[in-house]
């Protein structure tokens, strides 16, 4: 059962958990007291949520959205479809999509449609990793963790194949 490829380390735990609490920073400075919903893409974006409101002294709510773009391979099929709803209501609210990685951007910017139609009062992004050099469709990113480059990455709820979510760390697979 260990045979899985070990990852490179990209961004240690501790890398990670100063860069959330600087991303938890801005959030709390803009959305303090307007009762955000931040909306997961699961199942990628599960660890960071976690880690992301823990310090938020404020009412938050969360909901998750889960969207299918990827096979079990490592490109993405290109075909974006919701295959779990939200459980919220979008009407009038201050919307945080929060994701692990933008990569061709086709996922995000489906959402950010998808949401906007369901007329909140605002949608941002916020989002743990970036691949900018992957990019098919312009995204805006309002909040912003990592540059990554064109590398696999694993874990901190990241995965390849279902595995290496449990990861505490950032990571990459070898081509
Ligand atoms: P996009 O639609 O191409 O921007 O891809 C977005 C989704 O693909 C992300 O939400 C991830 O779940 C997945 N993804 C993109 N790059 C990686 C990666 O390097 N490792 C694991 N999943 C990835
Ligand atoms: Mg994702």
């Known amino acids: 059962m260990n045979s899985q490829p070990k990852p490179q380390i990209l961004f240690a735990r501790d890398e990670i958990a100063t860069c959330v609490s600087r ?14 919903l931040l909306v997961g893409v699961l199942k990628g974006s599960f ?12 009412p938050v709510e969360v909901d998750f959205i889960k969207i299918s773009s990827y096979g079990r391979g490592k490109e993405t099929s290109g075909k974006v479809r919701v295959v779990g709803g939200l459980t919220a209501s979008v009407k009038g609210r201050e919307v ?51 540059t990554v480059p064109d590398k696999f990455l694993v874990g901190y709820g990241i995965d390849w194949d ?7 760390y950032i990571g990459y697979l070898e081509e």
Not at 162 to 168: Q, S, T
Request: aromatic letters at 10%.
């Open 96 to 146: 945080v999509i929060v994701e692990d990685v933008v990569d061709t951007g086709l996922t995000t910017s489906f959402l950010i449609d998808y949401l906007k139609k369901r007329q909140p009062a605002s949608v941002r992004l916020c989002a743990l990793t970036d691949k900018p050099s992957r990019r098919q469709v312009p995204v805006t990113i309002d909040y912003l963790g990592f």
């Open 23 to 36: 991303l938890s920073i801005e959030l709390k400075r803009d959305y303090q007291g307007k009762n955000p």
């Open 162 to 168: 279902e595995k290496f979510r449990n990861l505490p």
């Open 47 to 58: 660890v960071f949520m976690a880690d992301l409101i823990r310090s938020f002294d404020f």
